[in-house]
C-alpha cells in the first residue's frame, strides 16, 4: 500500500472520529496470526474450538464445553448492544471514505455458536446451557438483531421436543 492511500485511509478513520495510534513505514506488514485484542472473532473461534474439542467422542467433557459456553456468553453480552457495523467510514458530507470487510453482529453469533449448537445438541448439559445462553442473550439484544439469536433457540428447543437429542455419554 502506499503511503498516500494509507494517509487517505487515515484522515477518514480520524474524521469519523476513530482514534488509533499509526506507525507508517514504507510499506505494510500484515499478520495472518490472529489475537484477540485485534480480532474478536478470534476470541470466539478460540472458545468455539475449545467446546468442540470437549465434545468430541474421544474426550466426552460436556462440563469443559458449557465453561466455553459460559465464556462465549460473557463475550456476546459485550457485543449485544454495541454498534460494530463501522464497515463503511463516512466524511461529514456522508461520502464512503474507507470501506472495510469486518464482522457483523450475524458473523459473531455464528461463529460462536453454530457448530458448538450442531455437536453439544446431544448434550444434556450443553443444551441446557444453549438454552440459557439464548434466551438471555434474545432478550438483550436490540430488536434488529433478535432473529439470529430466536433461529438458533428454535433449532435448540426443536431438538429438544423432537428427541433428536438423545443424551450421550455424561452429558
Given at each position: 500500500?502506499?503511503?498516500?492511500t494509507?494517509?487517505?485511509?487515515?484522515?477518514?478513520?480520524?474524521?469519523?472520529?476513530?482514534?488509533?495510534?499509526?506507525?507508517?513505514?514504507?510499506?505494510?506488514?500484515?499478520?495472518?496470526?490472529?489475537?484477540?485484542?485485534?480480532?474478536?472473532?478470534?476470541?470466539?473461534?478460540?472458545?468455539?474450538?475449545?467446546?468442540l474439542?470437549?465434545?468430541?467422542?474421544?474426550?466426552?467433557?460436556?462440563?469443559?464445553?458449557?465453561?466455553?459456553?459460559?465464556t462465549t456468553?460473557?463475550l456476546?453480552?459485550?457485543?449485544?448492544?454495541?454498534?460494530?457495523?463501522?464497515?463503511?467510514?463516512?466524511?461529514?458530507?456522508?461520502?464512503?471514505?474507507?470501506?472495510?470487510?469486518?464482522?457483523?453482529w450475524?458473523?459473531?453469533?455464528?461463529?460462536?455458536?453454530?457448530?458448538?449448537?450442531?455437536?453439544?445438541?446431544?448434550?444434556?448439559?450443553?443444551?441446557?446451557?444453549?438454552?440459557?445462553?439464548?434466551?438471555?442473550?434474545?432478550?438483550?439484544?436490540p430488536?434488529?438483531?433478535?432473529?439470529?439469536?430466536?433461529?438458533?433457540?428454535?433449532?435448540?428447543?426443536?431438538?429438544?421436543?423432537?428427541?433428536d437429542?438423545?443424551?450421550?455419554?455424561?452429558?
Open positions: 500500500m502506499r503511503a498516500e494509507a494517509q487517505v485511509i487515515v484522515d477518514a478513520l480520524k474524521e469519523a472520529g476513530i482514534n488509533f495510534v499509526v506507525y507508517m513505514p514504507d510499506s505494510f506488514f500484515f499478520d495472518v496470526i490472529g489475537a484477540v485484542e485485534q480480532d474478536p472473532a478470534f476470541a470466539f473461534r478460540v472458545l468455539a474450538d475449545i467446546a474439542r470437549a465434545l468430541s467422542p474421544a474426550v466426552n467433557d460436556p462440563t469443559t464445553a458449557s465453561q466455553a459456553l459460559d456468553d460473557s456476546l453480552r459485550l457485543l449485544a448492544n454495541r454498534y460494530i457495523d463501522v464497515g463503511c467510514v463516512r466524511n461529514p458530507e456522508g461520502v464512503a471514505r474507507v470501506v472495510l470487510n469486518l464482522p457483523a450475524e458473523d459473531y453469533v455464528a461463529l460462536a455458536l453454530d457448530e458448538v449448537i450442531i455437536a453439544g445438541i446431544r448434550s444434556l448439559q450443553v443444551r441446557a446451557r444453549l438454552v440459557r445462553l439464548l434466551v438471555e442473550l434474545h432478550d438483550l439484544v430488536p434488529d438483531r433478535q432473529a439470529g439469536v430466536q433461529r438458533r433457540l428454535d433449532i435448540v428447543r426443536a431438538a429438544t421436543v423432537q428427541g437429542a438423545a443424551p450421550t455419554g455424561q452429558g
